[in-house]
T-cell receptor, first 113, second 112 residues
């Protein structure tokens, strides 16, 4: 089955800096890669996703890159703000129906003012 | 915009009791997924339903069962509760199985 590894487990940055979170996956059949932000006591919130036919996707301060050959995808947050502080999860699934997301272990991002 | 609604938000049960968690998907979403998240852990897939039929199964204990009803809401039934069942239980929904899944706020189950 799919296995998703995520690094780092914690990340502390200063406000305005960039943050990068990296994930690797094992199942070459996976082709859908969402990123979720989870604040304390809340459910995961989808912030951006990418499919395997795209190498990069950007939405304002957030971007995701995908390298299918290396089975590697990354989340980039620019101009970080204190409200970006949360736990971020990457995930992977086979987008062939009834997606069953396999999550990474999460990255706790702390943005200091 | 309407989101996934889960009830109750918090639930305290004793060992060996039974619990029922409910999930109301986003309107017009026909697929529901259940995940379990232990303290400090990533969400683990339990089970999913599409058009009222079980579509996929993950690491769901035999003590748990779930179903999706004609109005697309879903219920997760948990029997013979154990201390290790204490966790956040999330429901997510999507339109079909090939689109983005949106999560509810979760039910925090505490077994004492």
């Amino acid at each position: 089955g799919e296995n998703v590894e995520q690094h780092p487990s914690t990340l502390s940055v200063q406000e305005g800096d960039s943050a990068v979170i990296k994930c690797t996956y094992s199942d070459s059949a996976s082709n859908y890669f969402p990123w979720y932000k989870q604040e304390l006591g809340k459910g995961p919130q989808l912030i951006i996703d990418i499919r395997s036919n795209v190498g990069e996707k950007k939405d304002q301060r957030i971007a995701v890159t995908l390298n299918k050959t290396a089975k590697h995808f990354s989340l980039h947050i620019t101009e970080t703000q204190p409200e970006d502080s949360a736990v971020y999860f990457c995930a992977a699934s086979r987008d062939t129906g009834f997606q069953k997301l396999v999550f990474g272990t999460g990255t706790r991002l702390l943005v200091s003012p | 915009a309407a989101g996934v609604i889960q009830s109750p938000r918090h639930l305290i049960k004793e060992k060996r009791e039974t619990a029922t968690l409910k999930c109301y998907p986003i309107p017009r979403h026909d697929t529901v997924y259940w995940y379990q998240q232990g303290p400090g852990q990533d969400p683990q897939f339990l089970i999913s339903f599409y058009e009222k039929m079980q579509s996929d199964k993950g690491s769901i204990p035999d003590r748990f069962s779930a179903q999706q009803f004609s109005d697309y809401h879903s219920e997760l039934n948990m029997s013979s509760l154990e201390l290790g069942d204490s966790a956040l239980y999330f429901c997510a929904s999507s339109f079909g199985g090939n689109t983005e899944a949106f999560f509810g706020q979760g039910t925090r189950l505490t077994v004492v």
